[in-house]
């Protein structure tokens, strides 16, 4: 089928049936327009980066109780931080990353 459009005339538009999960249609309905869906050899997985992001988005695995009491200290002007320990970690982290010394 060839379809020729003309300037400033719009082609048709193919009528569309929308249908709807109505339980009052009954039989006559399911069984007009359905659709058989195939099986699918797709599959999808996590990392273990991913599981672990959504875990700690979650709030799982949070010390909420070690979370206060630094927040308390933080306010009462009595935390202070171990600037070695904090670096040492974050060199730590980084070789785990792989950003190894150049």
Do not use: C, H, W
């Amino acid at each position: 089928m060839t379809t020729t459009i003309k300037p400033g005339i719009q082609a048709p538009q193919p009528q569309v049936q929308l249908r709807t999960q109505n339980p009052a249609a009954g039989a006559a309905g399911s069984a007009q327009g359905t659709a058989t869906v195939r099986p699918s050899d797709d599959s999808i997985s996590l990392t273990d980066s991913a599981k672990a992001l959504d875990a700690a988005s979650r709030g799982e695995g949070i010390d909420t109780k070690r979370v206060d009491e630094i927040r308390a200290r933080l306010a009462d002007g009595t935390y202070k931080p171990d600037a070695q320990a904090i670096a040492s970690k974050f060199l730590a982290m980084e070789g785990v990353m792989g950003g190894g010394k150049a």
